[in-house]
């Protein structure tokens, strides 16, 4: 009886250790040193290019109201906002997939170390993904626009806290 108890705390604890741990955020650190980035919107599935503009005022907006500086010739970091819709016809749920990923230049910790030594100027960067969130959704036809928009405005919302998390004198 006593062997099952100790088995069953030492279970239990591995259970909630690796559950704690599981929930850690990948993309803690990497947002730091950024004050200035560029901003790339695609909408695919709707046919309203009007929609896709009020998109992109509502990104500029909402991050202009913070200090994260959009800079459209900036080729890197590149926040990505891409908005994925599928009409399924008949069907009264419209289905969507909001992505908003954040793209910059690293180079392995090889190339760096090989040409390092050699003290050669490094050319060939690789382009990775430092923050990424996405969320998939389905709404009525009537209600689909102000539902994704508030999807957009949590994602932006999320992406600003990370950010300032990252770059916390960036508050002041």
């Given at each position: 009886?006593?062997?099952?108890?100790?088995?069953?705390?030492?279970?239990?604890?591995?259970?909630v250790?690796?559950?704690?741990?599981?929930?850690?955020?990948?993309?803690?650190?990497?947002?730091?040193?950024?004050?200035?980035?560029?901003l790339?919107?695609?909408?695919?599935?709707?046919e309203?290019?009007?929609w896709?503009?009020?998109?992109?005022?509502?990104?500029?907006?909402?991050?202009?109201?913070?200090?994260?500086k959009?800079?459209?010739?900036?080729?890197?970091?590149?926040?990505?906002?891409k908005?994925?819709?599928?009409?399924?016809?008949?069907n009264?749920?419209?289905?969507?997939?909001?992505?908003?990923?954040?793209?910059?230049?690293?180079?392995s910790?090889?190339d760096y170390t090989?040409?390092?030594?050699?003290?050669?100027?490094?050319?060939?960067f690789?382009?990775?993904?430092?923050?990424?969130?996405?969320?998939?959704?389905?709404?009525?036809?009537?209600?689909?626009?102000?539902?994704?928009?508030n999807?957009?405005?949590?994602?932006?919302?999320?992406?600003?806290?990370?950010?300032?998390?990252?770059?916390?004198?960036?508050?002041?």
């Amino acid at each position: 009886m006593r062997l099952h108890i100790i088995q069953w705390w030492f279970a239990t604890m591995f259970i909630v250790c690796s559950g704690l741990t599981a929930q850690t955020n990948w993309s803690g650190g990497n947002l730091s040193k950024i004050s200035e980035v560029s901003l790339d919107i695609s909408v695919n599935g709707l046919e309203d290019p009007m929609w896709e503009k009020k998109v992109e005022q509502i990104s500029l907006l909402f991050l202009d109201r913070y200090k994260l500086k959009i800079n459209p010739d900036r080729f890197s970091p590149a926040v990505d906002i891409k908005i994925s819709v599928i009409e399924p016809g008949d069907n009264p749920l419209v289905s969507y997939n909001i992505d908003l990923s954040v793209y910059d230049f690293f180079i392995s910790k090889d190339d760096y170390t090989k040409n390092y030594s050699k003290k050669k100027i490094i050319k060939k960067f690789k382009t990775g993904k430092i923050y990424q969130q996405n969320i998939l959704g389905q709404s009525s036809n009537e209600m689909m626009r102000p539902d994704m928009e508030n999807t957009l405005i949590r994602l932006l919302d999320n992406f600003i806290d990370q950010w300032y998390q990252d770059n916390p004198l960036k508050q002041f």
